[in-house]
């Protein structure tokens, strides 16, 4: 017969101010485990959204980013010509031919000068991207000197509000709208005019070309024949192929460095937990010994203070995973060490996440706990009842 | 001496207890030395860089280029003591996760630009000789075993194909702080190649680097070279290297605050295990502390008693903790390569060490010692553990 799960937790609420600073330790470890997870998360979710599944990407051979690619007009005709890119209404082929630029910007609060991704898009730059909707103004006009700029730029940039100028590549440029790209990179962007750009910037050839496939299943067909053609000495990326690639020098980071941390941490918390709970064994050894001698089992004390231990870590849980849901609040903007630009993501909280900071909570208690457990299960009857 | 012996003996009587808790302590100050470290490695760059050195590089920003021809327009500037210019490459070696900078460099003027890079004069000789050589720092060398008369083949991003240089030296820093973790090759070299392969991009360099002879000039003689370039083709903006390293630093500074914000995390658990441990141990000993005030002792006293045994277990922990921070972050360093340029335990980095041991020792006793100090006697006397 178990010890109820009521003596556990009644042990745990009578020594309120032990208990809270244990569990308060265990929840600090859970937040950053959390949080870390959260970011990584985001991050990911970020520029995965940015593809999309049916678009393709066409950048210069091992180029790695747009910044650093280049291709052709001739290339670029190409690849538009490909019978695999679909035909939209009245006959345009799906294609955006690109040019992407970084230019520096002060940021709003800190006038801390930073990288922004300036893109210019060809006619199709925008029905490829269907997330994207203005927010506030208009989009550019083509072949003009207008452009627009993503939500996490009109927040944290001098000089991006509707009306006002940007001067880069020897000419003004005026803002004339505000696009929210659904949480995507291209919140960190700024939009204008593919032709204008190239001519701007005094560039010979695009970045990029983007393009939509009529059949997605055929881009196994239409990579190899790319790729092989002598002509070209390009890569052919599906869209969310790419840009899920941009993440990964960063998320490796984050994870890298978010993993040492929550086990060197951990040890922390579970050296605390230990402390409480071989305290809990020491001051019950009398309480111990007269529930022996009712007749529970050893098994039945082991289990009492193991659920004791994991009623810790899983205090510790909900406390810490609540601090790290509100950090969903908060908005993170950094240099991306791919693309050399600013880019903006949220703490994300994944059901994954979830469980996953669950059992690392009960893991910890469980650890913790193990040890005094295993001490109180082994005391002798009439020695523990004698210490009383 | 009585006061000491207690306070020891006190430490010592819950063994485990004390062990674990040091254990804690050992495990978040080391943490705690080894984030720190790797913040004050981020601005490791800005730290190295000398005031009389000026960056001039494209205004709109560092992905466009500037013309060759403003190398002489500069060195005309009134003020200005040498001028070279640097090229950002950004070749892979082997794996992209093998990063270390990579500089197209006019090889004269630049190294003569920065004396803080050793090189044997004889292999210098040599690199000049040879229009593929290249001069690698130590921790390259170190981290991809590399030797002088090595091939290193380097897959260009920015610049297509596989390039081949040839290691002719290595070179050393004047002192720890320097970054031995760059590249240098022949200027020449890149642009010989860009002639023939794409004309629009040869006799282009990506920074001209100017060194300014009275350090009191450098805002005056920083105006005048963008002035002169102002609205040309590619006007300039130049600032201190200084200013340029920390202009990457703050780019990313959001990272930079999380690990700092991270690190006082570890000192707030170690300090929740650290407390726990004190409340429990005076809760423990409540009727031997009555007993004490019985026979006359203050409560000052008694209070001390807590607090000289909480600051102790905190003293050995950091002592311990500290000592290791320097094997470990060695090891640290060893590990990641060239990722950080310079990755040394700063003496600022100990200090804090230690001011937040003590800290903890401090605040973890304030609680325990004042229940234990204002005690009446007969409660304490009756308490039950």
């Given at each position: ?19 809270a ?11 950053v ?15 995965v ?21 280049g ?20 006959g345009?082929r ?8 970084l ?7 800190t006038g ?22 203005v ?26 509000g ?12 005026t ?50 024949r ?8 390009l ?14 020098v ?5 994870s890298?460095?978010?993993?040492t941390?929550s ?6 918390a579970?050296?605390?937990a ?44 909900v ?30 909280l994944?059901?994954?996440?979830v ?26 009857i009439?020695?523990?009842l004698?210490?009383? | 001496?009585q ?18 808790t ?18 004050s490695?981020?601005y490791?760059?800005?730290e ?5 050195r ?32 640097a ?24 190294l ?12 210098f ?9 290249a ?5 390259i ?5 590399l ?7 380097l ?8 390039w ?5 030296t290595?070179?050393?820093?004047v ?29 282009q ?6 060194d ?6 450098v ?5 005048a ?14 600032e ?10 703050k ?8 690990i ?8 707030v ?11 429990m ?19 000052v ?5 807590i ?5 102790a ?9 500290i000592?290791l ?14 990722l ?19 800290g ?5 006793a ?14 304490g006397?009756?308490?039950?553990r």
């Amino acid at each position: 017969m178990p010890i109820p799960v009521a003596y556990s937790v009644r042990n745990l609420w009578a020594r309120k101010f032990t208990t809270a600073l244990t569990a308060g330790g265990m929840a600090l470890v859970v937040f950053v485990f959390t949080a870390v997870m959260m970011l990584d998360a985001g991050l990911k979710k970020t520029l995965v959204a940015t593809g999309q599944p049916n678009n393709i990407l066409v950048t210069r051979r091992s180029s790695g980013t747009e910044i650093q690619s280049g291709v052709a007009r001739a290339q670029a005709a190409i690849i538009e010509s490909q019978p695999e890119i679909a035909i939209g209404p009245g006959g345009v082929r799906m294609a955006s031919k690109e040019v992407v630029v970084l230019i520096t910007q002060p940021k709003r609060n800190t006038g801390v000068p930073t990288n922004v991704t300036v893109r210019g898009v060809g006619l199709q730059g925008l029905t490829l991207r269907p997330q994207i909707r203005v927010i506030s103004g208009r989009m550019f006009r083509p072949d003009s000197a207008e452009i627009a700029v993503g939500r996490s730029i009109a927040e944290r940039f001098n000089g991006t509000g509707i009306g006002e100028r940007l001067r880069f590549g020897g000419r003004d440029w005026t803002v004339v709208g505000v696009f929210d790209a659904g949480g995507s990179a291209f919140d960190s962007e700024v939009w204008g005019d593919g032709e204008q750009m190239i001519q701007a910037f005094r560039r010979t050839a695009f970045s990029s070309v983007a393009a939509r496939l009529a059949d997605p299943s055929r881009f196994d067909a239409l990579k190899p024949r790319l790729e092989s053609d002598p002509r070209l000495t390009l890569d052919v990326k599906r869209e969310q192929t790419f840009y899920e690639e941009q993440s990964q020098v960063m998320s490796n980071f984050i994870s890298y460095l978010g993993l040492t941390l929550s086990v060197i941490f951990s040890v922390g918390a579970m050296i605390g937990a230990m402390i409480t709970m071989y305290a809990a064994v020491a001051t019950r050894t009398s309480e111990i010994g007269v529930l022996r001698a009712l007749g529970f089992r050893r098994g039945s004390i082991l289990a009492a203070f193991l659920v004791e231990a994991l009623f810790l870590g899983l205090a510790g849980w909900v406390v810490g995973l609540a601090l790290a849901s509100m950090m969903q609040l908060v908005q993170i903007s950094t240099m991306n060490w791919q693309s050399f630009s600013e880019l903006a993501f949220r703490f994300t909280l994944t059901p994954e996440i979830v469980w996953k900071s669950l059992v690392f909570a009960l893991v910890m208690g469980l650890a913790g706990g193990f040890l005094p457990a295993i001490r109180a299960a082994r005391l002798k009857i009439v020695d523990a009842l004698r210490a009383a | 001496m009585q006061f000491l012996k207690l306070v020891l003996r006190n430490a010592l009587r819950h063994r485990l207890r004390t062990v674990l808790t040091l254990l804690g302590l050992v495990v978040a100050i080391l943490s705690f030395g080894l984030l720190q470290t790797v913040v004050s490695a981020w601005y490791a760059g800005a730290e190295g860089a000398a005031p009389t050195r000026l960056v001039t590089r494209n205004a709109i920003s560092l992905v466009f280029a500037l013309p060759l021809s403003y190398r002489d327009q500069i060195r005309a500037v009134d003020g200005v003591r040498a001028v070279s210019h640097a090229t950002w490459f950004a070749g892979i070696y082997q794996d992209p996760k093998n990063f270390f900078p990579q500089f197209a460099i006019e090889p004269r003027t630049y190294l003569a630009m920065y004396p803080e890079y050793l090189v044997a004069p004889q292999e210098f000789a040599a690199f000049l000789r040879d229009r593929k050589g290249a001069i690698i720092g130590r921790k390259i060398a170190g981290t991809y075993h590399l030797k002088v008369g090595d091939v290193l083949p380097l897959r260009g991003t920015i610049y297509p194909g596989t390039w081949e240089f040839t290691v002719r030296t290595i070179y050393d820093g004047v002192d720890a702080k320097t970054d031995t973790s760059q590249m240098f090759f022949h200027w020449e070299y890149l642009n010989e190649t860009m002639k023939k392969r794409s004309r629009s991009h040869a006799d282009q360099v990506g920074v001209y680097v100017v060194d300014v002879a009275d350090a009191d000039r450098v805002a005056e003689v920083s105006h005048a070279v963008d002035a002169l370039f102002k609205n040309s083709l590619a006007e300039t903006l130049t600032e201190t290297e200084r200013a340029f390293q920390i202009g990457f630093v703050k780019q990313t500074e959001a990272l930079v605050v999380a690990i700092q914000i991270v690190s006082y995390i570890v000192i707030v658990i170690i300090l929740a295990v650290m407390a726990n441990t004190m409340a429990m141990t005076a809760r423990e000993r409540l009727a031997e502390y009555a007993t004490l005030k019985v026979l006359g002792f203050s409560p000052v006293y008694i209070a001390a008693l807590i607090l000289g045994e909480s600051v102790a277990i905190a003293a050995i922990g950091a002592a311990i903790g500290i000592a290791l921070t320097f094997p470990v972050s060695d090891w640290f360093a060893a590990q990641v390569g060239t990722l950080f340029p310079v990755f040394k335990v700063s003496g600022e980095t100990v200090i804090l060490q230690v001011l937040c041991a003590l800290g903890v020792g401090v605040v973890a006793a304030i609680a325990p010692g004042r229940r234990a100090a204002t005690v009446k006697i007969a409660e304490g006397l009756r308490a039950i553990r």
